[in-house]
């Protein structure tokens, strides 16, 4: 079945250090791919998708580029901030008939220090 | 515009017991979907709703089910509570269409004791 894969956490980084999450993914077809981050006590919120292949998706300073070659779609920032600090989740679109729904990693948690 | 509002935030039920939990989409999204989120098993889909009907279901035991409304807000029930199912659960809407961005509420985190 579909699934994603995400790097173990946590991650901690020093604040300005570069940021790369990988997340590869299995899947019929070419789902959509979606970058969610999950601050504290707080629900998901969209951070980036791209809907085929080589899209490049950005938002805030963090970009992930969809490659079907190697099924992945990793994160990048180049220089992150303790605000950045949240769990991040990689995310695809297995909508089916109309349908919504979203397969999600097992999350990756950020921490940024100053 | 208001977002996906989800009520309660917090719940603290007994063993045996039964829950309710309710979720508001934002306008003019008739797409509802739920999710599960617990530290061992991550984000796991639970279902999602259309106009008033079940499209998708994930695959969790009888005891979860759910239900929308003509205004598209959405219930999801647990009955016979046990203490696994301690978690946070979200619900998510989208517009009618699949493959839409999906925008999450903040969650009730359940506690089953």
């Known amino acids: 079945g579909d699934s994603v894969t995400q790097m173990e956490g946590p991650v901690t980084l020093s604040e300005e250090a570069f940021l790369t999450i990988n997340c590869t993914y299995t899947?019929?077809?070419?789902?959509?791919l979606f970058w969610y981050v999950q601050y504290p006590g707080e629900g998901l919120q969209l951070l980036l998708k791209?809907?085929?292949?080589?899209d490049k998706g950005s938002n805030k300073g963090f970009e992930a580029t969809y490659r079907k070659e190697t099924t992945s779609f990793h994160l990048e920032k180049g220089s992150v901030q303790v605000s950045d600090s949240a769990v991040y989740f990689c995310?695809?679109?297995?909508?089916?008939?109309?349908?919504?729904?979203?397969?999600f990693g097992k999350g990756t948690k950020l921490t940024v220090n100053p | 515009k208001a977002g996906v509002t989800q009520t309660p935030r917090y719940l603290i039920k007994t063993r045996g017991q039964q829950v309710t939990l309710s979720c508001s989409p934002i306008?003019?999204?008739?797409?509802v979907s739920w999710y599960q989120q617990t530290p061992g098993q991550g984000l796991q889909f639970l279902f999602e709703y259309f106009s008033e009907t079940q499209r998708n279901k994930g695959n969790f035991p009888g005891r979860f089910s759910g239900r929308q409304f003509s205004n598209s807000r959405s219930e999801m029930n647990v009955s016979t509570l046990e203490l696994g199912d301690s978690a946070l659960y979200l619900c998510?809407?989208?517009?009618?269409?699949?493959?839409?961005?999906?925008?999450f509420g903040q969650g009730t985190r359940l506690t089953v004791v």
């Open positions: 306008s003019g999204h008739r797409s």
């Open positions: 899947a019929t077809g070419y789902p959509s």
């Open positions: 995310a695809l679109d297995r909508s089916q008939g109309g349908s919504e729904k979203l397969v």
């Open positions: 998510a809407s989208s517009l009618a269409t699949g493959g839409n961005k999906a925008f």
């Open positions: 791209a809907t085929k292949a080589d």
